[in-house]
T-cell receptor, first 115, second 114 residues
């Protein structure tokens, strides 16, 4: 079975400060990990993914995420937050082995960047 | 590239009615997945279509059914609508070749059941 947890419902950060949105996962095999962003009344937009290789993954809009196998985490980060980054962020995991083709999504974390 | 498109954008139905939602995948994609997203929740997987067959199904009743056409577009049908079916329905497309491929989502169809 695969699962993902986003322990924070909401993250508040001041514009210009670094931000972190947390994600932990559980899979039987090796994980494929994804981050998506959702703006109000819109679909999800892909930000970045970890498949294999370097633990630090760089994605769209200046976001990056660090894969930590020992802590089973894949936290999303950005060095300097923008007000326009305010949105709902979803982490997703898919087991690289087994029969499932479907990622499991977390409940989402609302990021609020204050001016 | 138009990306993933969905229609209609919004829909209002009454309990007991039936609804059909439509999705056209991103160019080059052959796999379509449908998700239900209730307010304040993450997307919940309904089913996935590949090569015009339902390849995998989530924990949804048989009232939810689908279809994929030869051009890879897809429909989601929901019969005997319940108030609890009110949600944003998302379609996502991807390439089947690699499980590491990310999904591309459409803007969704907002279904309201009265």
């Amino acid at each position: 079975a695969q699962s993902v947890a986003q322990p924070e419902d909401q993250v508040n950060v001041a514009e210009g400060n670094p931000l972190t949105v947390k994600c932990t996962y559980s899979v039987s095999g090796n994980p494929y990990l994804f981050w998506y962003v959702q703006y109000p009344n819109r679909g999800l937009q892909f930000l970045l993914k970890y498949i294999t290789g370097d633990n630090l993954v760089k994605g769209s809009y200046g976001f990056e995420a660090e894969f930590n196998k020992s802590q089973t985490s894949f936290h999303l980060k950005k060095p300097s937050a923008l007000v326009s980054d305010s949105a709902l962020y979803f982490c997703a995991v898919r087991d690289s082995s087994g029969g499932s083709y479907i990622p499991t999504f977390g409940r989402g974390t609302s990021l609020i960047v204050h001016p | 590239d138009a990306g993933v498109t969905q229609s209609p954008t919004h829909l209002i139905k009454t309990r007991g009615q039936q609804v059909t939602l439509r999705c056209s995948p991103k160019s080059g994609h052959d796999t379509v997945s449908w998700y239900q997203q209730a307010l304040g929740q993450g997307p919940q997987f309904i089913f996935q279509y590949y090569e015009e067959e339902e390849r995998q199904r989530g924990n949804f009743p048989d009232r939810f059914s689908g279809h994929q056409f030869p051009n890879y577009s897809s429909e989601l049908n929901v019969n005997a609508l319940l108030l609890g079916d009110s949600a944003l329905y998302l379609c996502a497309s991807s390439r089947a070749a690699n499980r590491g491929n990310e999904q591309f989502f459409g803007p969704g169809t907002r279904l309201t059941v009265l």
